[in-house]
T-cell receptor, first 113, second 112 residues
């Protein structure tokens, strides 16, 4: 079974730009969650999508948004990038995030200049 | 607001030692607790998931315990190996909100 894939793996953007990250979950998994990892704040939950609906959301500004498609693939968008958005963005999929094990992708490393 | 603390922040041990990593949380109303490992620059790998009704889980050389009343979990690693070198993170899913909160991790180095 193929694992969770994320594209792109590395990205460099400038302040004010927007960025879209993509995540393809393990086949059969309907839950996709996004996380931000930084040296300062550690690993923080952004949001979760389940069957195309946002089910939970962490404490992040509205510049961070996402969506999920009918094939469970998910995208995360960050608008008006700030320097502090530089981070490793991780995606995880599961049958059910709360009850079952989550499987993480390798992450997208975003650098905002 | 749930807060998760992991002690120690870093650990360096010789191969073969038995280890205990600690995770504490402030709000005992949790749904479950999960232990992960993260290798440098990579995503997380799930190690053990303990539901709130359980006291421990075991997988190979790993054993995790959960004491909700005291807000603590421990990850026990038996007979450590160099391949165990990684950062170990614990995550708590709070009951009600189902929002996961992660600790900052314990960075483990096992030297031959």
């Amino acid at each position: 079974k193929a694992g969770v894939t994320q594209t792109p793996r590395y990205l460099i953007k400038t302040r004010g730009q927007q960025v879209t990250l993509s995540c393809s979950p393990i086949s059969g998994h309907r839950s996709v969650s996004w996380y931000q990892q930084t040296p300062g704040q550690g690993l923080q939950f952004l949001f979760e999508y389940f069957s195309e609906t946002q089910r939970n959301k962490g404490n992040f500004p509205g510049r961070f948004s996402g969506r999920q498609f009918s094939n469970s693939r998910s995208e995360m968008n960050v608008s008006t990038l700030e320097l502090g958005d530089s981070a490793l963005y991780l995606c995880a999929s599961s049958q059910d995030r709360v009850k079952e094990t989550q499987y993480f992708g390798p992450g997208t490393r975003l650098l905002v200049l | 607001k749930q807060e998760v603390t992991q002690i120690p922040a870093a650990l360096s041990v010789p191969e073969g030692e038995n280890l205990v990593l600690n995770c504490s949380f402030t709000d005992s109303a949790i749904y479950n607790l999960q232990w992960f490992r993260q290798d440098p620059g990579k995503g997380l790998t799930s190690l053990l998931l303990i539901q709130s009704s359980q006291r421990e889980q075991t997988s190979g050389r790993l054993n995790a315990s959960l004491d909700k009343s005291s807000g603590r979990s421990t990850l026990y690693i038996a007979a450590s190996q160099p391949g165990d070198s990684a950062t170990y993170l614990c995550a708590v899913i709070s009951g009600g909100s189902y929002i996961p909160t992660f600790g900052r991790g314990t960075s483990l180095i096992v030297h031959p």
